[in-house]
């Protein structure tokens, strides 16, 4: 499962939502969860982030019908085909898990 040290994870719009998961350091999916995962590393004041949030979201939602939350605790993702999540990389508390990822510039998404 993911780790889940320090509870909740800043949730931001138009990032999270519409089945978009807010992921952080302390709640990252593990290694071998990674690849049922989509992420989106992001800075909530980079446009070209923004941008990549809403077709990140419309993904999620379109997925949404097929799948179980994972992270939420009501759900264990067995059905699911795709995860989706969102890291804010600008938040002082990310930073490390953005760099230990290789991510530089923003936004990515990684799967």
Excluded: M
């Excluded at 719009?13 to 290694?31: E, I, K, N, Y």
């Excluded at 969102?86 to 991510?103: S, Y």
């Amino acid at each position: 499962g993911a780790r889940a040290a320090g509870g909740r994870c800043h949730e931001a719009d138009p990032f999270t939502g519409d089945g978009v998961v807010a992921l952080c350091a302390g709640r990252f999916p593990d290694a071998a969860e990674y690849p049922d995962w989509v992420v989106h590393f992001y800075g909530r004041e980079c446009r070209h982030c923004r941008e990549a949030a809403h077709a990140v979201r419309e993904a999620a939602r379109l997925a949404r019908p097929r799948r179980r939350a994972s992270l939420s605790g009501d759900g264990d993702g067995a059905d699911a085909l795709v995860l989706y999540g969102a890291v804010d990389c600008h938040r002082t508390e990310n930073r490390g898990l953005c760099k230990a990822h290789g991510i530089w510039k923003l936004p990515v998404l990684r799967a």
